[in-house]
Every structure is written in C-alpha cells, then in structure tokens.
C-alpha cells in the first residue's frame, strides 16, 4: 500500500530567493497558519493511508517540501542533488533517513530534486523535468543505473521550475498539465503519449492546480482554480486545500509529499 514521508513545518519559513514565487515573499509567512495548512493536508492524507515524518531541521526552511528528497522505486531511494546552496545541506538528512528506514541509497552527480521533477505514472513511465533544477545528465545516470528510460522534458518558465508544478498523471493515460511551462518539442511529446489531457489556464496553472497529491480514487489538489469542476467529472474525490503559506515558497500539495 501507497505510504508517504512528510515533514511537519515548525522551521517553514522563506528565509531567501531560489525561485520566483519566493521573491518579495522573504519574512512574510505565518507560521500558525502554514502549520493549520499543513495540518489539513496531513490529516486527509493519513486518513486515506500511511503518512512517515521525517524530523525538520533548524535553518533548512524548504524541507518541508520532502517531494525534492528524492524518489523511491524499484525499493531503492534515488537522493537528491539539490541545484542550489540553499537547500544543499538537506540531502544529508534525507540521506540518513532513507538509511535508517533500510533502503539502498543511489544519488545521481548530477543536480536532480527527486519527486519534484521525476514523476512515475501509473503506465509505470518515468517522467523528468529538466531546465531549472533537474538536468538532463542526471536523466541518463538514473537510467544507467536501474536499465530504464526516463522521457525528458523541458521546463522553460521559472515560475513552473519543477515538474511537479505543471504536471500531473493520473490513471487511464490522463494528464492535467499547463503546456506553456514546456518546450515545444515536449509538449509535442505529452501530446503523443497521453490520451487525455487537460490543459490549465495560466490563471489555474498560478493557483498549483497541477500540484495535486493522488491516492487511489482521492485527489487532493491546491484550492481556488476553476479547473477543478471539470476534473471532478473525472470521478475521483477531490478534497481542496488552501496552502497560501507554502505557495509564497513556490510548492503546495504534491510538493509536501514524497511517496515511499
Ligand atoms: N522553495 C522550494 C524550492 O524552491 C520549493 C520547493 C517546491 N517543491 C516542489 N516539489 N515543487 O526549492
């Protein structure tokens, strides 16, 4: 069964400037309503299934934000390499996590922020943001490793900085997705590979609605797009949340998770 590793918000804060959303947002979080925000998303979540926590860490601000610790898969924690100084010294906690809970470590040399910018879809098909955070070098050691294909795509907006972001599989070959956020030749490719997609507006697409969290029949998604009455009609249950505190750092629901 579908477990995931969350990291309570007590040091959450925007403390500097690493994507767009973060700019003039320094200093501006309530910390109250992040951790009632967080709280929210946690319970729902650990009603639906197992929910791990992993112990935050004064001055590591973003790791909340577990989805870029790594990935899982095949049961071998891929770590990540985070692109920035900033948020660096987190991988030697996720490290010691993944280690203490018994799993093979792999970690690529190459700048690659795990679930935030690889997503596995239910076709068991691997999907990984290059551009900003992610490289595609890191793609290609992570195929080497596990002899699998990894299908690159390129992000080409900063404020859609991570897969995650942007991109959203569901079951039966559906896709939510903003193409805007990718190259021409990839969304070409996402074109091709889906049979369903639903396209977001950029008013939508600022609101995270990509950044949904799906278990089993239940999507949790970021409140407030006019999207969302059109994916209920998928016919999954959708719970909405509002997590204005974390949107001021760039992430919302998907990037709170990281499924294990
Ligand atoms: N402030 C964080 C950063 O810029 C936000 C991370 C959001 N995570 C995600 N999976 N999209 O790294």
């Known amino acids: 069964?579908?477990?995931?590793?969350?990291?309570?918000?007590?040091?959450?804060?925007?403390?500097?400037?690493?994507?767009?959303?973060?700019?003039?947002?320094?200093?501006?979080?309530?910390?109250?309503?992040?951790?009632?925000?967080?709280?929210?998303?946690?319970d729902k979540l650990n009603s639906l299934c197992r929910v791990n926590l992993i112990e935050g860490v004064p001055g590591l601000p973003d790791m909340v934000f577990t989805a870029n610790g790594g990935i899982v898969f095949n049961d071998v924690a891929v770590l990540s390499r985070f692109s920035t100084r900033e948020r660096s010294k987190e991988e030697y906690f996720f490290h010691a996590w993944f280690q203490e809970e018994?799993?093979?470590?792999?970690?690529?040399?190459?700048?690659?922020?795990?679930?935030?910018?690889?997503?596995?879809?239910?076709?068991?098909?691997?999907?990984?943001?290059?551009?900003?955070?992610?490289?595609?070098?890191?793609?290609?050691?992570?195929?080497?490793?596990?002899?699998?294909?990894?299908?690159?795509?390129?992000?080409?907006?900063?404020?859609?900085?991570?897969?995650?972001?942007?991109?959203?599989?569901?079951?039966?070959?559906?896709?939510?997705?903003?193409?805007?956020?990718?190259?021409?030749?990839?969304?070409?490719?996402?074109?091709?590979?889906?049979?369903?997609?639903?396209?977001?507006?950029?008013?939508?697409a600022l609101k995270f609605v990509c950044n949904g969290v799906l278990v089993k029949n239940d999507l949790l998604l970021p409140s407030g797009s006019k999207i969302i009455e059109s994916i209920s009609e998928l016919g999954y249950n959708i719970h909405e949340f509002n997590l204005t505190e974390f949107i001021k750092a760039g992430g919302a629901a998907k990037c709170l998770?990281?499924?294990?």
């Open 1 to 42: 069964m579908k477990q995931l590793l969350m990291c309570y918000p007590k040091y959450f804060d925007v403390l500097y400037d690493i994507n767009p959303w973060m700019t003039h947002q320094i200093g501006k979080v309530s910390s109250d309503i992040a951790v009632k925000q967080w709280t929210s998303l946690f």
């Open 102 to 204: 018994g799993y093979d470590v792999f970690q690529p040399r190459s700048s690659y922020e795990g679930e935030g910018d690889h997503l596995i879809d239910s076709n068991n098909r691997h999907w990984l943001g290059s551009g900003f955070r992610s490289t595609k070098k890191a793609a290609r050691e992570i195929e080497n490793y596990f002899d699998i294909t990894i299908h690159t795509l390129e992000l080409v907006d900063p404020r859609w900085y991570h897969l995650d972001t942007c991109f959203l599989p569901l079951d039966n070959n559906t896709i939510i997705w903003y193409p805007k956020a990718f190259s021409h030749t990839s969304q070409q490719l996402i074109r091709e590979k889906f049979d369903t997609l639903i396209e977001v507006s950029t008013e939508d």
């Open 257 to 260: 998770v990281l499924t294990i």
